[in-house]
């Protein structure tokens, strides 16, 4: 009996210091595992501390007070943290560990970005929630003597080592002061959270509100404080291994394009300033960001920027910067990025505009301003859309670097510039021509050129329809005047280019129309012209340019009420009826014909085709001109310009006029 007491009293003893013993075992290695993972950051010259550790084993529960960290980089980056608190802690192998639930709470960071004008950079979070986390039980450490884009680096790749079904922080306050031009700010961020995070990606990120305060440097003496806020800021499909490959120190070899973002919208955007503006933005979305590495070249533009702005940089300096920071716009592209809704109010007046419209391509952007009304000092001005096409921003700033302050481009190198642009395009602009008058009205103008050789665009056309009023102080728009003209509507449609196979040059289609006036049509050609032509050295131009021939010319010009005002005005200036008038200008065009016709006999076909045309008005004047034999186009232009009639004896004339 006994004995049957005593081991039931070595079984309770047992039992006890196992229950007490076990706790006391997992608090001891929880200690341990917590002070080997700070041990790693120190080790590295990272100051790294923290306070109490306390874990319980029947809810899995770790809990640490009071982390600092501190870098080694110069200038340091630092992190606080208030409390650390996992609950539901698991480890399925040796290398992770999960928890249903991780908190922290009162994080402070502080970091500073260097650069001619330091940036200094500070956060707090009061609350950071991270739900069903998975990670690795130990991050891999930052090797000691990092740099900014190494450290960066290894960062997103930790994140990208873990997974969570949602990370929130309900408030984030923050101080940015330094840079180049910025005054100091403050800013706050709410309501932002992240929903299935895993391999480096998140499907949804949002943000309910941005909001921000700053002063921008203004001259001495002036301040300009600014408050504005972003609502509603959605991004859908973040990648962060984009930005891995990015800082890759390989990244010049890597040509592949990564999708940093899929759509991101946000909701209204709104500035308001102490100087008196007030902007509002109705929302902001684009469809797509993605990156190529082997352009953008990051790590190399941030090893390019000068270290402090005390020393002036070379001129072979700056052109390397200016050639990297190019390649910023080459190595990103944007699709479908617009803003919409913008109204901003503003002493001297409202400006709106419905969207302003940009993608970005290989270095080349589309930009599109539409639906634009403001005020202009003689009056109201309105616009539809505003379009530069394939504006080449990297090719820009190349261009720019050529030179150096205060050197001027030389003439030849203004032809570059051609390059830089696709074409441009103007819809329904309405604007003021002097205070008071009727406005200048253009329907639309588009104005495209390309199919380079060289720097010297070979294809070119511009469509064009307006309409204006005509000055009255200009004493050559007189007759036009008189003749109740006060207003001239132009519609054009212009074309030229080159095609090499067959070495012709052609304006077709030339088709020009002014109201009320004429209306004109015409095809012009070329043969033989070289490719060589088409250069800035004048010398190489003109040698080429003896092989071109003159192929034809086929003109047509419709009368809209230009001979009536011809008729008229030559009647006043006289001092005659019209109908002697006209007559005198038939017998004048008969008397030069008759020159012309001694020289050429075709000739006296385009005479009369002409006596009739002013005869009787509304008709239809064709010419057409035909080489009698190879017609060189440099011998014809200089026998233009000092004996026309031998130059229109090279040609065949044929000439009508029809109703």
């Known amino acids: 009996m006994n004995r049957i007491v005593a081991g039931v009293l070595v079984a309770i003893v047992l039992g006890t210091a196992a229950f007490l013993g076990v706790p006391w075992y997992a608090q001891n290695r929880a200690e341990r595992e917590v002070e080997a993972s700070f041990a790693q950051i120190r080790q590295n010259g990272a100051t790294a501390s923290h306070g109490k550790v306390v874990f319980d084993l029947w809810t ?4 640490i007070a009071d982390v600092k960290i501190e870098s080694a980089t110069q200038p340091p980056a630092s992190i606080t943290l208030g409390s650390v608190t996992a609950t539901g802690l698991s480890q399925p192998d040796q290398e992770h560990v999960t928890a249903a639930s991780l908190e922290v709470s009162d994080v402070a960071m502080a970091a500073q970005i260097p650069g001619p004008s330091p940036l200094r950079l500070s956060y707090k979070l009061p609350q950071l929630v991270v739900k069903d986390y998975a990670g690795p ?3 891999a450490a930052i090797p000691a003597g990092a740099t900014l884009v190494e450290t960066y680096r290894a960062l997103v790749q930790q994140f990208a080592a873990i997974s969570a079904a949602s990370i929130t922080v309900p408030r984030t306050t923050g101080t940015m002061e330094g840079g180049p031009s910025a005054g100091p700010a403050e800013f706050s961020y709410s309501g932002l959270s992240g929903d299935q995070i895993k391999a480096g990606r998140i499907g949804p990120y949002k943000l309910d509100q941005l909001a921000f305060t700053m002063s921008p440097q203004q ?3 002036k301040t300009d404080k600014m408050q504005g806020r972003i609502t509603d800021i959605v991004h859908h499909d973040v990648d962060a291994n984009a930005i891995v490959a990015v800082l890759d120190p390989d990244a010049a070899k890597d040509d592949r394009t990564y999708r940093v973002y899929g759509r991101v919208t946000t ?9 008196g503006v007030r902007m509002r933005m109705d929302g902001i979305s684009a469809d797509e960001f993605s990156v190529r590495p082997s352009r953008l070249q990051l790590p ?13 940089p070379t001129p072979e300096q700056t052109r390397e910067l200016m050639d990297k920071i190019a390649g910023i716009y080459d190595g990103m592209a944007l699709r479908n990025a617009e803003m919409r809704g913008l109204s901003i109010e503003t002493p001297q007046g409202p400006i709106k505009l419905a969207a302003l419209r940009f993608d970005l391509r290989d270095g080349k952007s589309d930009i599109a301003v539409e639906g634009f009304d403001g005020r202009s000092p003689n009056g109201p001005v309105k616009l539809g859309r505003f379009a530069l096409k394939g504006f080449d921003l990297a090719g820009l700033m190349r261009l720019g670097s050529k030179y150096s302050p ?27 021509y002097k205070a008071g008058d009727k406005p200048v009205q253009i329907d639309n103008i588009t104005l495209d050129w390309g199919q380079y050789v060289g720097p010297i665009p070979t294809r070119a056309r511009l469509v064009a329809k307006m309409a204006g009023p005509l000055d009255p102080s200009n004493p050559a728009l007189l007759p036009l005047l008189v003749a109740g003209i006060d207003t001239a509507a132009f519609d054009a449609d212009l074309g ?19 109201s009320n006036l004429v209306a004109a049509s015409a095809n012009v050609s070329l043969a033989q012209v070289p490719r060589d032509v088409f250069t800035i050295d004048l010398q190489q131009a003109t040698t080429a340019a003896a092989q071109i021939e003159a192929e034809g010319l086929d003109f047509s010009l419709r009368d809209l009420g230009a001979v009536d005002v011809l008729v008229a005005n030559y009647a006043r200036g006289h001092g005659i009826p019209r109908d002697a008038a006209r007559k005198a200008l038939i017998d004048s065009i008969k008397a030069i014909g008759a020159q012309m016709t001694a020289a050429n006999i075709d000739a006296a076909s385009a005479v009369d085709a002409l006596s009739r045309f002013i005869e009787k008005p509304r008709q239809t004047l064709t ?17 233009i310009a000092i004996d026309p009639q031998s130059a229109l004896a090279q040609f065949k004339i044929e000439a009508q006029t029809a109703p």
């Open 496 to 514: 030229l280019g080159w095609t090499e196979s067959t070495g012709r040059f052609a304006v077709s289609p030339f088709k020009l129309e002014v």
């Open 60 to 63: 899995r529960k770790l809990s």
């Open 623 to 639: 010419l057409k001109l035909s080489p009698r034999a190879k017609v060189p186009a440099v011998q014809l232009a200089q026998l």
């Open 267 to 275: 909701g209204a955007y709104e500035v308001n300033s102490d100087s």
């Open 406 to 432: 205060g050197t001027k481009p030389a003439p030849a190198d203004a032809v570059v510039l051609f390059k830089l642009l696709d074409g441009i395009e103007l819809k329904a602009l309405t604007a003021p």
């Open 300 to 312: 190399a533009l941030i090893a390019a920027l000068p270290a402090s702005t005390a020393v002036q």
């Open 137 to 139: 039980v130990r991050f």
């Open 219 to 221: 001259p001495a003496g």
